[in-house]
């Protein structure tokens, strides 16, 4: 089907980028770091006595003599346009939330919005033919249930995040956007609620309170775009494995809150922001986050990818953690060279290539840059650090990734139970939270992409690298822990707001404590009660029997009364 097809990879040989390669003006930062085993030995007898301990006071002096040390020597000829002070990375604000102020190139976050259209990148991957006839055949089947008494289709507006569907309820007004001020270029806007609005938004915190769904399908009957609710529709849609049909509450989830911008925010031009720490604001951002992993559920990973760009433009403290999938969706799309500029372009107090979902994307990133034709073409001074360099500092930097990458992925072959059980190898935990959490994460994301064969000999012949460069000098260990806890310092998970279950492709077979209250029977049965005199379940074959009386109880949907009763739509006259 074409709404899901994540778990197919492309095959690994296709590196067609959608963009044209450019060369880069400059190198990213962790080329400056790659590992040269004789350099190093030179610098290492000139600066022994000059090393300072992970525990020395002074903190920024260590680490700056630590990245010194890891550096290669400025007459590198594929190393020769790095800047010289490229080594000296303050780290002190990697961790911990909305304290870093990243000021990003607004070219590399530059949203496009025909990208952001799922059925245009549907259409270039499977060809209009198919997805036409895709339609076309849903249409049919669902025409019954379309209709709900409306003949003909609603003056939708038309909005970019989403193609509003013919069936939707017409918007109803009942959210609005101010400005709030304007401040270095910047215009910061938030919702703000009508008072019929405020009035659902009020009971719905009372049915939230006392665990009555029947009021939250209530409230959708008289205010069929309340965000919350809506939101609360999809969440148990999800978990009753009606993914379509969540992933359709949340379009028009979104649907509203686009319909409701003030005429001045223009998001996708990067001038206009929503501060998350706006509770009213907060919807926004978690609704973009769930239609982002829908669209990479359906293999819209372009589309994804966009998403990912605005929710960064929308609030640059970054409160949903794009930061650790942006990566992985750069990859899917086959935007390689955006990768690495924006690994080159998205400048703060921190190094990027620092997080283990960086050191590792960029290794992959650069190997399919290698293999294109285009960049075989290039001349020898124009090319950057090598993938295996990468790789192989991805490995000192982060060895605890490699673990469990080989019980996730799986990696059966034989020459990895030898790896894992190398001593530099043989943990799957560093001991600092947040740098376990954030590699929890990646491999939680990311490790899909590994089971493409190339990709798995790529890493393999790198961690041998490694363990070769081990046995000849052992103080290499020591160094890249020095680089990792000065970076990792924090004795708390400064990522605990980020759940690891958000970035993952899998349904957890049980809901949240939250939709759990909510669960009209955990046996999946239906109370009399609760159930529309015009109902059959019966008539519905091979449906969650959940999902199907949730669906019943919107506005929007109309299955009939049954085989033995005429349909009113069909038959104009009847009633």
């Known amino acids: 089907m074409l709404q899901e097809n994540n778990a197919d990879i492309t095959d690994g040989s296709s590196i067609e980028n959608s963009n044209k390669k450019q060369s880069s003006t400059k190198k990213t930062t962790p080329e400056a770091f790659v590992l040269s085993d004789s350099k190093f030995k030179k610098k290492k007898k000139k600066k022994n006595k000059e090393k300072s301990q992970p525990g020395a006071k002074d903190k920024g002096n260590s680490w700056n003599e630590s990245l010194e040390q890891l550096s290669i020597e400025d007459d590198s000829s594929h190393l020769e346009h790095v800047a010289p002070d490229t080594g000296k990375y303050n780290l002190r604000n990697l961790n911990g939330r909305g304290k870093v102020v990243k000021q990003c ?20 991957i499977f060809g209009s033919k198919v997805v036409n006839s895709f339609e076309n055949g849903h249409q049919t089947g669902s025409s019954r249930q379309s209709r709900g008494g409306r003949r003909g289709s609603q003056n939708h507006r038309k909005t970019i995040l989403v193609c509003p569907l013919e069936h939707w309820p017409k918007w109803d007004g009942s959210l609005s956007m101010e400005l709030v001020e304007t401040r270095d270029g910047i215009s910061d806007f938030r919702y703000v609620h009508t008072s019929s609005y405020s009035q659902a938004q009020k009971a719905f915190e009372s049915a939230k309170a006392v665990h009555d769904f029947n009021g939250i399908v209530n409230i959708l009957l008289h205010h069929p775009y309340h965000v919350d609710s809506l939101i609360t529709l999809a969440e148990y849609y999800k978990f009753s494995g009606e993914q379509q049909m969540s992933a359709d509450c949340t379009a028009r989830c979104l649907y509203a809150l686009e319909c409701a911008w003030h ?20 919807p926004l951002f978690s609704v973009l986050f769930s239609h982002m992993k829908n669209m990479d559920r359906r293999g819209c990973h372009r589309s994804a990818l966009e998403l990912c760009k605005l929710l960064l433009l929308l609030d640059p403290d970054d409160p949903m953690g794009v930061l650790f999938c942006i990566d992985y969706y750069s990859l899917r799309a086959e935007e ?66 490699l673990k469990k ?47 493409l064969p190339d990709l798995q000999k790529f890493l393999r012949d790198a961690a041998l690298l490694v363990i070769e460069t081990l046995q000849n000098d052992g103080t290499y260990a020591r160094d890249w822990t020095c680089v990792r806890k000065e970076a990792f310092s924090s004795e708390k998970n400064e990522y605990s707001h980020l759940l690891v279950s958000d970035f993952s492709d899998s349904v957890p077979t049980l809901p949240p404590d939250n939709l759990q209250n909510f669960m009209v029977d955990p046996r999946g049965e239906v109370p009399n009660d609760a159930q529309p005199a015009n109902h059959r379940l019966q008539d519905l074959t091979d449906r969650n029997a959940i999902a199907v009386l949730l669906e019943s109880m ?4 109309n299955y009939g009364s049954g085989h033995d009763q005429p349909d009113h739509d069909e038959q104009g006259n009847e009633g």
């Open 263 to 282: 005429p001045m925010f223009t998001p996708l031009m990067g001038n206009c922001q929503l501060k998350f720490s706006c509770e009213i604001n907060k």
């Open 336 to 401: 390689y060279t955006w990768l690495e500029q924006f690994s080159e372009q998205y400048k703060s107090d921190n190094s990027l290539w620092l997080f283990p979902n960086f050191s590792y994307s960029l290794a992959v990133c650069r190997y399919y840059v290698e293999n294109d034709e285009h960049a075989k073409e290039m001349k020898a001074e124009d090319l950057k650090a090598s993938s295996a360099d990468l790789m192989k500092q991805a490995l000192m930097l982060h060895p605890s990734v």
């Open 405 to 451: 990458l080989v019980s996730k992925v799986p990696l059966k072959d034989k020459a990895w139970t030898s790896i894992i059980k190398h001593n530099f190898f043989s943990s799957d935990q560093t001991g600092t939270p947040s740098l376990d959490h954030l590699i929890n994460i990646y491999v939680e994301r990311s490790y899909i992409i590994w089971r």
């Open 105 to 124: 190139t607004s070219s590399v976050l530059q949203v496009d919005p025909k990208f952001l259209n799922a059925e245009n990148e549907l259409r270039r």
């Open 554 to 557: 919107l506005p929007w949907m």
